[in-house]
């Protein structure tokens, strides 16, 4: 019997996690909520976080799907910071995509990784594949100092 409550109670764990794992948690001074465009306009010392990254910025907009059942889109603005593990970034706005995991941010891009530095205006974070594209527009290039270790 206490085994058999013992799986029971990992399994409510396991399927409570896989719950958590889904969402995003948001504070702001002020929320605004549009059922006609499907939003909700987070605005005032935003604060976003779940289990793969922390947002601040002054603007955070939530699109839902039609049926107001999924996240479409998390869209920061307004001097945005993102932490995911050892990465700091720093930009003009972030687009956060669920269903693809993929990261945009655009605009005056500052990326600090363990103390290595890079300057771009797009960078595009895929955290399915762990994979990172960074570039420059025509009048600019990707900037990087990078730390070498022995």
């Known amino acids: 019997?206490?085994?058999r409550t013992v799986i029971i109670i990992i399994f409510i764990c396991l399927f409570q996690f896989k719950i958590n794992a889904d969402e995003i948690n948001i504070k702001s001074n002020k929320l605004e909520l549009d059922k006609s465009k499907n939003i909700s306009?987070?605005?005032?010392?935003v604060y976003a976080w779940n289990e793969d990254f922390k947002i601040w910025s002054e603007k955070i907009v939530v699109e839902f799907d039609e049926n107001l059942k999924k996240v479409d889109n998390i869209i920061a603005?307004?001097?945005?910071?993102?932490?995911?593990d050892q990465l700091i970034?720093?930009?003009k706005k972030g687009v956060y995509i669920p269903s693809d995991r993929k990261l945009t941010m655009s605009g005056d891009i500052k990326v600090n990784n363990d103390g290595n530095i890079i300057f771009c205006d797009k960078l595009t974070?895929?955290?399915?594949?762990s994979i990172s594209i960074m570039?420059?527009?025509q009048t600019s290039k990707v900037e990087a100092s990078i730390i070498l270790k022995n």
């Open 135 to 137: 570039q420059s527009n």
């Open 77 to 84: 603005t307004e001097q945005v910071k993102i932490i995911k």
């Open 41 to 45: 306009i987070f605005s005032g010392k």
């Open 125 to 129: 974070l895929d955290l399915e594949n």
């Open 1 to 3: 019997m206490i085994y």
């Open 89 to 91: 970034l720093h930009g």
